[in-house]
């Protein structure tokens, strides 16, 4: 047990096997909503829906436990929000790419992801955004996830007028809201493992209210379903023909994935203070990168859309976890789920709205170490917090911010405090949007 725990990067004198469990207990259950929801966005495209349940697990635990043993890193991985959208919507229901060409380009993402990394391209990347950037990251995607909780509990609604709104005060936004002050009590008074009881709490409290469905006949146990219909199936002709918009098409989700693993990176580490004191590099990161790449490539091969890190992660490390121990529970509870998927599956979003929200409180805290009196750095890392939640991009904020500071030193004459990273980034920015 102390061989296995090592490769983990656990160490007894630091970590607690309760307290990392607890976290990667935490982690799935806030982010296990992806295993209802991408069989149903991905099967717009005429995938098959069990199939789907399976690859979605089987792409989550393959990446994960490469975080777990290699990285070492307490963040989970899955198909991405976002990313299975725009595979779904985009890719096939617009473009008029079959789900097979699709799945090719996903390949070629994570191919070209893992070049990337072994290079350590993309750690240069992410060691050439300027430390008050990186804050203002932390904070913006606090704010995301925040509006994400509340926007899934009902607490805010959809406006003609406004946009958002408050929402009507039903019975779910009631216990979402109840859910929020709970967990807010319970971290005050430094209950461990506070968010993950709130979500318990809120679920079965919903149980006698008619937030939590159980569904007729419910049973606690199901066989997984086989993998065969979408798995290898990817289809290289578009490829092969030399497509180019094809071609934008595999830069394209190069790029969302890109930006929404280094925003969850650098948000998560720096806020969970795992990021070096003075230079704000996050130790392990190329590592932790690779996880990524081999999870959207593997995802590819199980025929799901890209995998990348998750953002809801923060709440198992709001909960106290540390290292690979934490992501490699939350591997195992994905295995559970395969055997189990109707007991995880009655978990309403309104009783995870609680662990979003206070994470987000949390990851606002690094705002005080924004310089604000040097107004450049202060604008483009207010453009960076204010575009992430108004934009619901964690790409579009991190983006948006690094081409302004690159806009705002060059016009004011700071042009010598930029690295080159950051002129070959603002380049490939401006062509995104003049191309889009």
Known sequence: MKKILALLGFDPLKHSVKVEMMAGLTTFLTMSYILAVNPLILGETGMDKGALF???????????????????????????????????????????????????????EGIVFILLTFFKVREAIVNAIPQNLRYSISVGIGLFIAYIGLKNGGIIVASDATVTTLGPWTVSSLIAGAGVLLGGVLMAV??????????????????????????????????????????????????????????????????????????????ASTSAGMADPRTGKIHGLNRALMADA?????????????????????????AGGRTGLTSLTVALFFLVALFFSPLFLII????????????????????????????????PCFITILTMPFTASISEGIVLGMLSYVLVKVCTGHYKELSIVMYILAAFFILKYVFN
């Open 54 to 108: 399976t690859a979605t697990i089987a792409a989550a635990v393959i990446a994960t436990l490469v975080m777990a043993f290699y990285a070492k890193m307490p963040f989970a991985l899955a198909s991405g929000m976002g990313l299975n959208a725009f595979f779904a919507y985009t890719l096939v229901l617009t473009m008029g790419y079959t789900w097979q060409e699709a799945l090719a380009a996903v390949l070629f």
């Open 190 to 267: 430094g209950v461990r493992g506070a968010l993950f009881y709130t979500i318990i709490v809120m679920t079965v409290i919903g149980i006698p209210l008619g937030v939590t469905q159980l569904p007729e006949n419910f049973s606690l146990v199901s066989l997984p379903e086989s993998m065969a219909p979408i798995a290898f199936h990817m289809d290289f002709s578009r490829f092969l023909s030399l497509d180019i918009n094809y071609y934008v098409v595999v830069f394209t989700l190069l790029f969302m994935d890109l930006f929404d693993t280094l925003g969850t990176l650098i948000g």
């Open 294 to 318: 081999i999870g959207t490539t593997a995802g590819a091969l199980c025929g799901t859309s890209t995998v990348t890190t998750y953002v809801e992660s923060t709440t198992g490390i709001a």
């Open 348 to 379: 309403p979003s309104a009783a995870t709205t609680s662990a979003l929200v206070l994470v987000g409180v949390l990851m606002t805290k690094t705002i005080t170490k924004i310089d604000f009196s040097d107004f450049t750095e202060a604008v």
